[in-house]
Structures are given as C-alpha cells and as structure tokens.
C-alpha cells in the first residue's frame, strides 16, 4: 500500500484547511482583519458619543447633587436658550476659525518651502524642526507663552524700543498660543500635499508661460486642497476642544472647553456638561460635512 503524498496529508492538518478556507472566501479575510479595529471604533466613538448624549438628557438636583437619571430636555434647552452658551460658542467658534486661517496662512509657505525650494539636507533639518515642538510637553508649552507674554516678558522687553505693550493675558495672547500649539500639525500635512505635487508639472506651466503666481493659482493650489483640509481640520478641532490653554493664558474669557471642564469638576453637574459637550461635536459634524461636499476630502 503507497504512502499518500506529502501534501495531501499536510492538507489535513487544521492550519491548512484554516488556510484553503481562507483562500477560498477573501470576504471572510477582509472580515476578520476589520473586525478588532472596527469592533475598537465603535466602542470609543458611537459608544462614547451615545452615552455623552444619554448623560446630557439627565439632570442633576441642585440641592442634593444626585444625578437623576428620568430622559429630559432640560439641560439641551438651558444650552440652546441661555444667552451665556450662544456667547461662548460664538466666541469658541471665532477662535477656531481665526486661528485655523492663522496657521495655514503661515503654514503655506513653509511647506512650499520645505517641499520644492529646499535641498534635501535643508529639508530634512526643517522636517526635524518642524516636529521637535512635538516632543515638548503641552504645558510646558502653554506655560512658556505665558511667561513671554506676561508683563516685563520677554515679548515686552524685545518691543520696549517701539514702545510695544505686552499683550497680556486674554484673546491675543490664546490666538497667539493656540496657533504655535497647532502650527505643525497644518505644516506637516501641507507639505506632504506639495512634495506629492509632480515637479514635471511646474515645469510643463513654465514651459507653456505660466509666471509664478499662475503656476501656484491653476497647477498647485487644486491638487493641495486635500492636504491643506487636512491641516484645518486638525487646528480647527484642536482649537475647538482645548480648555489648558484658555486657563493658562485666555485670562477671563470662557470657551466651550472651560464651560465642560467647570460643570465636570467645580459645579459637579454632569449632565450640563455632556450637553456643552454636544456643542462641538455638533459644529465638527456640520464642519465635515461642508469639507465633504467640496470633494476635498475624497482624495486625503
């Protein structure tokens, strides 16, 4: 009696009848390689959003301090309604947008820069300077924008000869701080959007006339759009949520952030809290989906 081949009887084994199977239905792969990483995206985002707005239809008694847990639209109402929310949002909302136009302003020409003008030592230098911010702690940061800006700082004794004041604690000193926070996160994507820009491009617009500007206008600008949604899309969000340095620096002002932060610890009311939360997230949303609509985030 022959021996049976050496293959048929590894393809008995369980892994390679685990294998054939696999082979058989690529579905069932894509399946299995999705499910850990989907089954983790649903539990921190459509979990945790869904139990933010179930704790926002809660309300808290504002003698005992006990949470009752009866659905009501209380908390969405005092937030919809209440002239001190529709004033922070606006405020928060200004910030962001003022902030993501600062930071891509600047960064816009540092990524040109870094992408098409520089050499390849130079470019990997400002690459590493680009990202040694990040590696600074966050309040170390806040905090050395703070001591800068303060008065008899450094920004006031470097303008004491044109008679500049410092700033001081308040609005410009959180733009300024909120901007450098956020800078290289606009800078690093920009620049990835202009280096995937094909050099044989710019030369073919030379070629045919196209100047500097024209060149930069119709060949480089549309094909960035991505890259540079990308980069307002992290200092807008950034901006939005952040509470430390608005503490730090913001002086009196009140943003979203601080508002979630004080119902959280100080006035111990959830419930408020996570219906301040839904604020911008509700923004994020409508954000997004504006982005969405241009198209530009269907090539990110």
Do not use: C, H
């Not at 990202?131 to 004491?160: C, D, H, M, N």
């Amino acid at each position: 009696m022959t021996a049976e081949p050496q293959e048929m009887a590894a393809s008995r084994t369980p892994g390679a009848a685990i294998s054939a199977f696999l082979s058989r239905r690529p579905w069932v792969r894509l399946t299995a390689l999705l499910s850990v990483p989907l089954l983790w995206l649903v539990l921190v985002y459509v979990v945790a959003l869904a139990a933010l707005l179930v704790t926002a239809l809660w309300t808290t008694d504002s003698f005992t301090g006990e949470i009752d847990k009866t659905w009501s639209l209380d908390n969405i109402e005092t937030v919809l309604t209440t002239a001190l929310y529709r004033t922070v949002t606006l405020r928060t909302l200004g910030l962001a947008v003022l902030v993501t136009l600062i930071d891509v302003t600047i960064a816009l020409p540092i990524a040109f820069f870094m992408a098409k003008v520089a050499s390849r030592r130079t470019q990997r230098i400002l690459v590493v300077a680009v990202l040694t911010p990040l590696w600074a702690s966050y309040l170390v940061k806040a905090y050395a924008w703070r001591s800068v800006l303060s008065g008899g700082g450094l920004f006031e004794w470097l303008g004491q000869p044109f008679d500049v004041q410092s700033p001081g604690y308040g609005m410009t000193a959180l733009v300024i701080t909120e901007a450098y926070l956020w800078l290289p996160f606009v800078i690093l994507p920009i620049y990835a959007g202009f280096d995937r820009v094909p050099d044989s491009l710019l030369e073919a617009s030379g070629d045919l006339g196209g100047s500097g500007p024209q060149t930069l206008r119709w060949v480089v600008m549309p094909m960035i759009v991505p890259a540079v949604v990308a980069g307002a899309i992290f200092s807008f969000s950034l901006t939005l949520g952040d509470y430390i340095a608005v503490n730090i620096v913001g002086g009196t002002n009140q943003l979203l952030g601080n508002l979630v932060y004080t119902n959280v610890g100080a006035a111990n009311n959830l419930p408020l809290a996570a219906a301040i939360a839904l604020i911008p997230i509700a923004i994020m949303i409508v954000f997004l989906t504006a982005v969405r609509r241009t198209g530009a985030l269907e090539n990110l």
